[in-house]
């Protein structure tokens, strides 16, 4: 094959398969979407935090979340394999008072996943964000949940929409 060509299979994603032969487009991953204006795909609402689901606001119905210290958003799947996504993306509001501190995890066997991925939210203000798989441990694993959880203080209600694996 000449160079030209394995350059333009790779710019295409094309990889090679067992038997020698391509995958096609249509087996390559696709995003997942967890949760877009209401659970999707078989996604589950485990919270141990006061949750609400497809709260209306502005244009989008996201989730409302508030908490007591340590509580968390869970969003719970029958085992899946991360295999093939390289980031989980979700766009997130500190809602009134903003200042939550979030810790980011994944959760295989009902346990999570030892990672330090925090994000600190802002008041009033939507802001989307990118999780590398790897940051939180959970790149080629085999999960079932994903959490945003408080840490050591109650916090007050924040919002979140448009989570999915990519």
Do not use: C
Not at 14 to 31: H, N, T
Not at 110 to 136: N, R, S, Y
């Amino acid at each position: 094959m000449s160079v030209s060509r394995r350059l333009f299979l790779a710019a295409l994603g094309v990889a090679s398969v067992s038997g020698g032969s391509l995958a096609r487009a249509g087996d390559l991953p696709q995003p997942l979407v967890i949760y877009d204006d209401e659970l999707k795909n078989g996604f589950q609402n485990w919270s141990w935090a006061k949750t609400q689901l497809s709260v209306p606001v502005g244009n989008g119905k996201p989730i409302r979340v508030e908490g007591e210290p340590w509580s968390a958003l869970a969003l719970h799947h029958e085992p899946f394999s991360t295999e093939g996504y390289s980031k989980l993306t979700f766009v997130i509001n500190g809602g009134m008072n903003g200042g939550q501190t979030l810790m980011v995890k994944a959760m295989a066997d009902g346990k999570a996943i030892e990672a330090d991925f925090a994000i600190q939210l802002k008041a009033k203000t939507w802001a989307a964000v990118d999780v590398p798989l790897k940051d939180i441990n959970a790149a080629g694993k085999t999960i079932d949940t994903l959490i945003w959880q408080g840490q050591g203080a109650a916090y007050a209600g924040y919002y979140i929409t448009r989570i999915q694996l990519e």
